[in-house]
């Protein structure tokens, strides 16, 4: 053929501006392209893979056919710059800012507070922002359909959507309660009494005027349609363009075995994660066959190339087309676009990728199966019509396409008369999420009869491929579609899937107990069909209908009551009043400036780590000489490079910094190759070569490690009052025991430094994103061998930290340090998502046993519990959290014999760390298990023996500390009659009779948390302020930001203690240049602790002002300060506090280890399908004792943002490792935290009125991690609606629910016919032993 070749390189705009590629290296992806090459950082990289929106950018085409221009949301990780010629490209950056003006899109989610971290705030400014670009009028289900795919960690997204929801004409007014309006979002009315949160009074009108025109050098490039082929050749990779079909079918037959690259969603991922190289890449998209559509009587026939957005508009507007009985199968197909992942991968993966890849859960190929849909697939030999059904597919990621075939087209027909179709899927997380099994049935029924003539059921998830169920289908064909014809269709799909006890993707049961839940909401479906069509008499019954009835879904805007300040409050005074986060307008213009921002300095490393494939094993070899050879491998770091310490001690246990001879989990970190840029460090990385002899006796499970006797020591015991004659006295005894599995941070912003060696008396800077700056510079000293004096580092900002960025993020400088210690040059390491899940570790999964003694009428005479922590193969801070446990273990509750052990347990997994709550999440959680399991044992509710058994006043808790629990009891009171419970509770007891496979739930669960930190010296702080000549102000503290909105509360403090404008106050960053010694931004402590600092420095300025005060008291600050300076005052102070001295005896088990307590109830209600174990959370109250709030828009974040993540760690969150200590979730496709779809749709925050606390400023509260349990409050309702179901099927009394209760666990715990079934179907233990289970139960 002869091939006519560009090579005039790749044209595309960014914001406005021309970009001309010459030689685009195909496997660079747009995001680092723009974040490297161009310096643009506002759009960030945190998860690599297209699963949490961070990356979001607008890609605009010309279309010269329909003389439109289309805006879509993509996600520049997976976008390859190739796929740019003739494209627009929109970012952050691109559509307003702080310095000119900015777009109402970024100051409406700021002035909203729905910007915490930051760090995901561009992603989502830009998905709303393409939007609007496409509908200026959305609706409230546009706006959450467009940020599905966005995932944020700190908000809870309830601002974010309130932010948002002001785009909406009708959205602005609800009535929720009636007739009256009380609620309105983000706030109540001036009436009674309440302040707004935001005001939407004097926010930026939408003006399309103000967006950059599209391109008209790109329109012209459109009109002038080149057919030449392109050819970009990168550094490994080849990419080639044809212009027509001829051209790529030639390339196919040249090159069977290169790729089409199209969404890359499937491709990329494969390269990304999988290490897959493709020498050569086919991109299409220049051939407009595969993307043509043809409507026919028949049906429709789409072009393969077709995105899911396209095919939906196709589908929609085929639906339109046809009479309704002819639209079943696009209805069901439309149904399962909609909730492929987000909106950005919607936007560019297209049909034939996903029937091309193959992969077994597929949304779309177990319908296109089922409603005999066919596909045309083409090579230069010609072309053959296929139907896409389960010969189609061989096996995982393998069809019957032959490799120098494509597939053009898909022909999608309109079913027949009296031909059905539906399409079930069921995820771990409501949207953006792989299906965990999905499917396609399709009957076709003799006319007017309900006997079946053609049947056609496929699963998909269920094996390496989708799966037709022909037993089922066999006992059903020429049948009358009736219960009896099913039940023996349910029996012999047994027969069908066959999923073994280790199949890939574990929940056996649940999978196997779905294919038969999900083929009865299709039996009823049918006979709704029927009814309908007057073929039955009979109406499915009341009660069942609930099987097939959605979940509710639409958010309802929520309520946050907080105090207005007091009347006589100065104007300027912000303390106590609502106040955007200080850095929000920057985060949502994408110029706050995070670790991996700053600059490429010259000759700067990049560094990739090397991490142990084994368990337990000796380090018999390390090999790098291959990894030396490759281009761009500077050098590669082992211990032997480290010149000091090559270790950390926490708590008398050492943690090597690089592993030398021994590895003890998979993950563990062995040495680094440092490079000159990230992709060839990672290809070093990739080729060192680690050899092991691999020790016995790996230790995973809790079991093994009790067994094994494998624990950290010191193992702590707490005790009050007399446990065995408690139980003794008790009129009844029960033991019981619950699970709780650990969790991921899932910080945005993964572990990010840079070290600089400043090339003189052995200085290092280091800018790095952590908690605990000091912690990181004596690590680094001590690693480099030099004094701390040498060592700055500097915190501007964290995108998230959660306690995963205090001690990991040490032993990471340090070894980053090395390197660049070794080299002597600029050495940047940041984490990717699945490095950083692999290394970090998370929070601590722990198995709590109890044996509880109580009376008849619910009072619980003894409680004795047991914790067991899995603390991976690491001390790191096991012990103290073990200890934590035991101090809140008493939770809300006054029982009179109480006794706590624990034990931080060895193993070989990756070393848990701190993590919001430290334990505490895990310990409340016993004991309200206990609670329920009280109540249950007595049939009475669970709420009458938390009310029975809470501390009432003032009490001496189980290590003597003395507290008045009023405030806690009157949250109490306070949230039972804000949520209205009673009412409710009746309610749900009504629709829980009326409904057979539907049951709510409801829960109320308290929280007492001590505030403080036990060892009494972790509890200082310190602050420096700077007063320059001009009036400004720089304050700068020992607390690092990341997202708590620390340093706005101190700049609100700063502001009340100055007597100046908020807006004089500037904080750059915390650095230990101008902050010594400081101590770790944890425990709820931050403000407490450094805003007394920064008051104590405030106030020695403002004394030291006062003669020029006396002497002009008319004058102006700035006068006073230049004033001062000329009569030589000085304008510079540091100020202390010395917290308060607090202790734990552990020997005498008694002390006082906090300041003081946070209270706080919430209840929260849910509806549960217990077919599939889904569920929605209908309403959430929280009411919190926060004392006098410093800021209510920040706190009530705080509140809103930990309740979300507790909800994440109860009900979603799961962490799963193989049976040979592995960890498979390693990113947000394996591992789910809860996304838009999980807020509660009506979400009402209250902060208790009346109250204030002497132990901290301005009488406030610490409220970071307290609130993290109240998620649980879902977990509970779960198990409340599971208690209903199980009470149909005869089953009362206690039963052991563990966290998180995911779908599986909830569906498997309702015991529903069918999950009785698969449970009687199982085959009975084998005397070999059960064979290994796919994950561990660690
Ligand atoms: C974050 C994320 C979430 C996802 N969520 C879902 C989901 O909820 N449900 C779901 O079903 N899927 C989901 N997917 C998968 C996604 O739908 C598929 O990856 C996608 O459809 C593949 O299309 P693509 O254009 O991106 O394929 P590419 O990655 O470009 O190509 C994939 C493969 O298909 C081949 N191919 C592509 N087009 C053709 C053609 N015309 N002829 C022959 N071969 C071809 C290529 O050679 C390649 O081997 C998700 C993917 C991601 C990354
Ligand atoms: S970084 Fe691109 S989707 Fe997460
Ligand atoms: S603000 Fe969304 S991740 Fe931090």
Redesign the pocket.
Known sequence: MAEQTRNDGLIFYVNGKKIVEKNPDPETMLLPYLRKKLRLTGTKYSCG???CGACTIMVSRYDPQTKSISHLSV?GC?FPICHLHGAAVTTVEGIGNTKTKLHPVQERIAKAHGSQCGFCTPGMVMSMYTLLRNNPHPTLDDITECLA?NLCRCTGYRPIIDGYRTFCESENCCLLNGSTCNVLNGNGSAENGHAELFSKDDLLPLDPSQDLIFPPELMRMAEDKDQSIQRFCGERMTWISPGSLDELLQLKADYPQ?????????????MKFKGIFHPII?S?TRVPE?FKVNHRSEGVCVG??C??SDLKSVLEKTINDFPPENTHTFRALLQ?IN????Q???N??????????A?P?????PVLAAGRCTLV?LSKDGRRRLPIDKDFFLGF?KTI?KPE????SVFIPATRQNEIVHAF?H?PRKE????TL?AGMRVWLNDNSNVVKEISIYY?GVGATILSADHACQKIVGRPWEEATLNDAYSALFDDVKLDPAAPGGKVDFRRSLTLSLLFKFHLLILQYLKEKDVIQMEVPQEMQSAIQPLPKRILPGYQEFQNVLEDQSAQDLVGRPMMHRSALSQATGEAVYCDDLPYTDGELVLAIVTSSKAHAKITHIDFSEALKLPGVVDVITAKDIPGKKFRTFTGYDEELLAEDEVSCVGQMICAVVADSKAHAKRGAAAVKVSYEDLQDCIFTLEEAIEKESFFLPRRQIERGDVEKGLRDAEQVYEGEIRIGGQEHFYMETQSFLVVPVGEEKEMKVYLSTQHPTYTQEAVAETLGIPSNRVTCHVKRLGGAFGGKVTKTAILASITAAAAWKTGLPVRCVLERGEDMLITGGRHPVWGKYKVGFMKNGRITAADFQYYANSGNKVDESVLVAEKILLHLDNAYNIPNLRGRSAACRTNLPSNTAFRGFGVPQCMLVIESMIDDVALQLGRLPEEIREMNMYKQVSLTHYKMEFDPENLVRCWKECMEKSDFSHRRKAIDLFNQQNQFKKRGISIIPIKYGIGFAEGFLNQAAALVHIYKDGSVLVSHGGAEMGQGLHTKIQQVASRELNIPASLIHISETSTQCVPNTCPSAASFGTDANGMAVQDACQILYNRLEPVRKKDPKGTWQNWIMKAFLEKISLSATGYYRGHDLDMDWEKQEGRPYAYFTYAVCCSEVELDCLTGEYRTLRTDIVVDIGRSINPSIDIGQIEGAFTQGLGLYTMEELKYSPSGVLYTRG??QYKIPAVCDVPLNFNVYLLAGSSNPHAIYSSKGIGEPTLFLGSSVFFAIKDAVTAARKDAGLTGPFQLNSPATPERACLACATRFTNMVVAQNEPVSTSGPARPWALDI
């Open positions: 893979g297209g699963g996600n997976l795919g290169a790729p089409l690259v199209m969404g890359n969603t499937t491709i990329g991922l494969d086919i299409p595969l393969a190339g995105s899911m399962q909730l492929v992942g987000g950005q991968i919607r560019v993966a297209t049909l034939g990728g996903n029937i091309a890849s992969y859960n597929s949304d779309l190929t697939a990621a396409l075939e494509i597939l053009l899927r995820v953006n999420a792989l299906a999905n998909g947000p496709g």
